[in-house]
């Protein structure tokens, strides 16, 4: 059985492999911002499902949690 980092690992490539095919049909990128965001989008992604299946149901809730457990 894999490990948590494991598992937060392989979710997130196949979020940034599939996210990075989805945007290929298009001709500018998903976020269009002045500042460049600290998180990426797959990372974001990855964030929010992994803290549902925690079950953790507010992003702000998720955000608390990776920010004690994985900073």
């Known amino acids: 059985m894999p490990s948590l980092v494991d ?27 002045v500042f460049k965001p600290k998180l990426s989008d797959s990372e974001v992604i990855t964030m929010e499902l992994i803290g549902e299946l925690f079950g953790i149901d507010s992003t702000v809730g998720i ?9």
Not at 9 to 26: A, G, H, P, V
Not at 63 to 71: C, D, V
């Open 63 to 71: 955000w608390r949690y990776f920010n004690k457990h994985w900073t």
């Open 7 to 33: 598992y937060i690992i392989y979710t997130f490539i196949k979020i940034d492999d599939s996210l990075n095919k989805i945007l290929e049909e298009y001709d500018r990128p998903l976020r269009a911002r």
